[in-house]
């Protein structure tokens, strides 16, 4: 797989936004992003991430859907009804795992959907997609 930024893209200056009610998983999400030098923040909820999206706008959000109060589903609904966010990427990361929510999830707008468990290489390579499209879209727009 390839886990590679795109040559030029300012790492350093980038932000992650991980978004889940247990303090553990957080953890092992940033560690498993420790090879890159992102500026990550963290939310235990889903008011949390809308309040610290308000403050700051991440470069990406990687958002556990099952959450007391404003669940995953709920953020994303919020996040595209907006202008300001409807174009963050938003990785999905969930043991939801049936076909309806990750339907629902792609239907509301998540660009892509990791199962909890979390394999590393598949949510490294999901990273580096968005933030490599990302890069490419605003060297696009110039």
């Known amino acids: 797989m390839n886990n590679y930024i795109a040559p030029g893209t300012d790492v350093d200056s980038l932000s992650v936004l991980i978004v889940d009610d247990v303090p553990l998983n957080i953890l092992l999400i940033k ?8 500026q990550i923040r963290t939310a235990n909820g889903g008011q949390a991430a809308l309040d610290a999206i308000a403050q700051k706008m991440p470069d990406l959000l990687l958002l556990d859907l099952m959450m007391p109060g404003i669940d995953g589903f709920e953020v994303i609904r919020r996040l595209r009804a907006a202008e300001a966010t409807k174009e963050l990427p938003i990785i999905i990361l969930s043991a939801l795992n049936s076909e309806q929510d990750i339907a629902k999830g792609f239907q509301l707008g998540a660009n892509d959907f990791i199962n909890k468990p979390i394999i590393m290489e598949k949510l490294l390579s999901s990273v ?9 879209k605003r060297k696009l727009k110039g």
């Open 128 to 136: 580096t997609t968005q933030i490599n499209l990302q890069e490419a």
């Open 31 to 38: 560690k498993m992003l420790s090879q890159y030098t992102f």
